[in-house]
């Protein structure tokens, strides 16, 4: 942490005598907001027709360009924006703050996002998707209720495992690989309902991205993709309330400004009913059955002056399952505070603190009845975090960021307690702790009109921390289980175990080819440093989170990609082709029937080795007409290779998927009414199946007897959904506005597998069946009301 203070105060001084070197030239900056409601705008283009640059704004809306003395017309376009132009004359530092209008647009002319002209062409972002909030309360969803998880697994790049799947899978990772922030928290559990909701709020989210490659050297901590989350920061400019009443849950938000608009807050709840619902149709011990979630969001932001903003906000959700013989529980908790400090008109500061918990919890008397025979246990996962990033507007052409992170983690495996006959045995676990920090630096620089470059280094560094117990282990046979070679050694508190450094470098290039298209290219290198355990076929609430150790090392990925960007017909449509290849090391599998929750000597279980995944995406977006959306196809494979495993030969990972398609169609057919549909069609999953079989008194067991893995394929995914959304002609209460939103999901009736496993016949032991598993094998219709005032 005093190191990243050196660097941060040294870098100050020196971007200060660099700007007092440069007094020639004088600088504008300011903030872009929406006039409605006040908030930042995200990538706004401001762009000097005189001087034929530009920049764009930063994620709360700041932007800062430097230019000779002079007159001059700074344009501010921003997709579903008004066009914007301001004239400056520059004869000194000026700040200006300027606020855009929605477009009052015709039918013919509804876009699908707000994004800037020629954004994916012109940027260096590549491998980023962003999906506008407006575009995904579009989308067909499962009963209706509009979800930011389920919108992106129709990206290219985005798969997951099956319909009741945790979290998603990105270019060849697991679930665990990627970061998933809300508001600069990391989320670690991101479902809700056994992963058939997200824990987004969609009345609370502002801006949604998605980052697969060509990671900026400011992002860290894992090896597969970004998901950046932000979150509203309440309407300044007046109260607004809205939410909606659906089939399976209930929202409400509420958006007030303070202080005569100097600071504003939003508070966003949703609670779910299916308990309620299904009560009068249960019994006996089923009756007092609870099965629901819930889960509050929260942010207030004030102004103290021109210079100084300071933002606080926070997330708390929980999922409860279980009676009155049972109980089950997991959640997240998370709290983000943040300065923003304008040092000059070319220094920008955000300095974030964050605390993150994810916890579940198990109790088979939750009533206390039977307090002789019971079984508790708990487990959670802390982290909490100092984060400066500092930017530094050097040129129009030049943008320089730079800072670091300190991350502190405590990780708690199991606090568990069994009694029998009331002997209590206590079975928890020791905790883990580590602590991670990094320093990272980069550059935007813009060559020319036609080549421009963004490059950056970070370094991390992770430090495994007592106190603990610390294990050998003896491998007998490759493959198999480890066998602690010592009880063990015990370490004291702060004593470091094991250190782990690793050099990250970050590189984009983009090569112009017209105004229209452009060729990208990046690479970037990743550390991972905490890992979740999870040997099912789909990540569970009970999966459990470790830290680095002396055994488990960090996973490290390098990628690199290359992509062709072309628009058409004045940014009517826009294409992509991208191709990817990523080497993964130290990825972490599982003996046969590894025991993973409650274990001492997990890291026995473990197994390790290396991976790979390549590909190729396609990608063609329509943003302009009455109709509107996408096409997406991903041919691509994501292999393992883990000595003793598959005869030391490669094998598809449990997420590999070779062909991916989806698309998505917005139809504005009136001014009140839009129809909408998604279409998903995705190979089957890898799965292990039984070569032969053997006989054992009276049973007839399956066996692999060639030590395959995941040697077949359950049969492949498709689904239609399909919703409409109406519009009310008349005000709610005669003030706000009301719409319907009508929903089929699985239109066609699909039976589509989860998995497909081998066991014996009920009625027949010496015969064995294949059994093939369905989360949803139905149509479901839904229908929710959402309202506005």
């Known amino acids: 942490?005093?190191?990243?203070?050196?660097?941060?105060?040294?870098?100050?001084?020196?971007?200060?005598?660099?700007?007092?070197?440069?007094?020639?030239?004088?600088?504008?900056?300011?903030?872009?907001?929406?006039?409605?409601?006040?908030?930042?705008?995200?990538?706004?283009?401001?762009?000097?027709?005189?001087?034929?640059?530009?920049?764009?704004?930063?994620?709360?809306?700041?932007?800062?360009?430097?230019?000779?003395?002079?007159?001059?017309?700074?344009?501010?376009?921003?997709?579903?924006?008004?066009?914007?132009?301001?004239?400056?004359?520059?004869?000194a530092d000026q700040r200006r703050n300027v606020e855009m209008a929605s477009e009052s647009k015709q039918l013919e002319e509804v876009v699908i996002s707000t994004k800037k002209e020629d954004e994916n062409v012109r940027s260096l972002e590549m491998s980023v998707n962003k999906v506008?909030?407006?575009?995904?309360?579009?989308?067909?969803?499962?009963?209706?209720?509009?979800?930011?998880?389920?919108?992106?697994?129709?990206?290219?790049?985005?798969?997951?495992?099956?319909?009741?799947?945790?979290?998603f899978n990105v270019r060849g990772g697991d679930v665990s690989q990627n970061l998933i922030l809300l508001d600069e928290a990391p989320v670690y559990n991101s479902s809700h309902l056994f992963g058939f909701f997200s824990v987004f709020n969609p009345d609370a989210v502002k801006d949604v991205k998605l980052i697969k490659g060509g990671i900026p050297a400011q992002y860290g901590g894992r090896i597969s993709s970004i998901l950046d989350v932000r979150m509203k920061e309440g309407n300044t400019k007046k109260r607004e309330i809205n939410g909606g009443i659906g089939t399976i849950f209930s929202r409400l938000t509420y958006e007030q400004p303070f202080a005569a608009g100097r600071g504003s807050f939003i508070v966003a709840a949703r609670r779910s009913y299916i308990?309620?619902?299904?009560?009068?149709?249960?019994?006996?011990?089923?009756?007092?059955?609870?099965?629901?979630?819930?889960?509050?969001?929260?942010?207030?932001?004030?102004?103290?002056?021109?210079?100084?903003?300071?933002?606080?906000?926070?997330?708390?959700?929980?999922?409860?399952?279980?009676?009155?013989?049972?109980?089950?529980?997991?959640?997240n908790g998370t709290a983000t505070a943040r300065w923003n400090h304008i040092f000059s008109n070319k220094l920008f500061l955000n300095l974030t603190t964050y605390y993150s918990n994810y916890d579940y919890s198990i109790n088979s008397d939750p009533n206390n009845q039977t307090p002789n025979d019971r079984f508790e246990w708990n487990s959670k996962i802390i982290s909490t975090s100092v984060k400066p990033d500092f930017t530094y507007y050097l040129t129009p052409n030049n943008q320089i960021s730079f800072g670091g992170q300190y991350i502190s983690y405590d990780s708690r495996p199991g606090d568990a307690v069994a009694v029998s006959s009331g002997e209590s045995r206590n079975i928890s676990l020791d905790s883990r702790f580590g602590d991670e920090s990094a320093l990272y630096i980069g550059n935007e620089q813009k060559i020319s009109d036609r080549f421009s470059l963004q490059y950056g280094l970070r370094y991390s560094l992770y430090r495994n921390l007592g106190p603990g117990q610390v294990y050998q282990y003896q491998e007998l046979q490759p493959g198999e289980r480890k066998f602690p070679v010592l009880p063990g050694t015990a370490v004291a508190k702060g004593e470091v175990i094991k250190q782990y450094g690793n050099w990250e470098p970050r590189f984009s290039m983009n090569i112009g080819l017209s105004s229209t298209a452009s060729i990208k290219a990046s690479y970037n290198r990743t550390a991972q440093y905490l890992h979740l355990l999870s040997n099912t076929a789909a990540t569970s609430p009970l999966d459990v989170w470790t830290l680095s150790t002396n055994i488990i090392k960090p996973e490290i990925a390098d990628q690199v990609a290359l992509g062709w960007f072309q628009n058409f017909r004045d940014n009517t449509y826009e294409a992509s082709v991208e191709v990817y290849y990523k080497d993964l090391k130290n990825q972490i599998d599982y003996v046969r029937n590894?025991?993973?929750?409650?274990?001492?000597?997990?890291?026995?279980?473990?197994?390790?080795?290396?991976?790979?995944?390549?590909?190729?995406?396609?990608?063609?977006?329509?943003?302009?007409?009455?109709?509107?959306?996408?096409?997406?196809?991903?041919?691509?494979?994501?292999?393992?290779?883990?000595?003793?495993?598959?005869?030391?030969?490669?094998?598809?990972?449990?997420?590999?998927?070779?062909?991916n398609f989806t698309a998505v169609g917005i139809y504005n057919l009136k001014e009140r009414l839009t129809l909408s549909s998604t279409f998903t069609f995705a190979s089957g999953t890898p799965a292990t199946f039984p070569t032969n079989r053997f006989e054992y008194n009276g049973w007839a067991l399956p066996h692999n007897v060639y030590?395959?893995?995941?040697?077949?394929?359950?049969?492949?995914?498709?689904?239609?959904?399909?919703?409409?959304?109406?519009?009310?002609?008349?005000?709610?209460?005669?003030?706000?506005?009301?719409?319907?939103?009508?929903?089929?999901?699985?239109?066609?009736?699909?039976?589509?597998?989860?998995?497909?496993?081998?066991?014996?016949?009920?009625?027949?032991?010496?015969?064995?069946?294949?059994?093939?598993?369905?989360?949803?094998?139905?149509?479901?219709?839904?229908?929710?009301?959402?309202?506005?005032?």
Request: proline share 3%; charged share 20%.
């Open 1 to 91: 942490m005093k190191n990243i203070v050196r660097i941060a105060g040294l870098s100050i001084l020196l971007l200060n005598a660099l700007n007092t070197y440069a007094q020639e030239k004088y600088t504008v900056s300011g903030y872009v907001k929406d006039i409605a409601n006040g908030e930042g705008l995200i990538g706004v283009s401001v762009y000097v027709r005189e001087a034929s640059t530009g920049v764009v704004t930063n994620p709360y809306g700041f932007y800062s360009i430097t230019l000779p003395e002079g007159d001059y017309s700074l344009v501010f376009t921003y997709i579903g924006y008004q066009k914007l132009t301001e004239r400056v004359t520059l004869n």
């Open 132 to 167: 506008d909030i407006k575009t995904i309360r579009q989308i067909p969803a499962l009963l209706g209720e509009v979800d930011v998880i389920r919108s992106i697994q129709l990206l290219p790049g985005v798969t997951t495992v099956g319909e009741g799947a945790s979290g």
């Open 275 to 331: 308990d309620v619902l299904a009560k009068p149709f249960l019994k006996g011990d089923l009756k007092q059955t609870r099965f629901n979630f819930y889960d509050l969001t929260a942010k207030v932001n004030y102004r103290i002056n021109d210079k100084n903003t300071v933002y606080a906000s926070g997330y708390f959700g929980r999922d409860v399952f279980g009676a009155d013989v049972f109980g089950f529980g997991w959640g």
């Open 594 to 659: 590894s025991d993973l929750l409650l274990n001492r000597y997990v890291e026995g279980d473990l197994l390790f080795g290396k991976g790979r995944a390549f590909g190729a995406e396609f990608f063609l977006r329509k943003n302009k007409g009455r109709l509107t959306g996408w096409l997406s196809y991903t041919l691509a494979r994501t292999e393992r290779l883990i000595d003793g495993v598959n005869n030391d030969d490669w094998f598809p990972a449990r997420f590999d998927k070779p062909h």
């Open 707 to 789: 030590n395959a893995r995941n040697n077949n394929r359950i049969p492949s995914y498709n689904r239609l959904d399909l919703a409409a959304t109406l519009k009310s002609r008349k005000k709610l209460f005669g003030l706000g506005q009301g719409e319907w939103v009508f929903s089929v999901y699985n239109a066609y009736n699909r039976r589509n597998p989860y998995s497909v496993y081998v066991q014996q016949n009920e009625d027949n032991p010496l015969t064995t069946e294949a059994i093939r598993f369905s989360v949803i094998g139905s149509v479901i219709p839904a229908v929710t009301y959402n309202f506005k005032f």
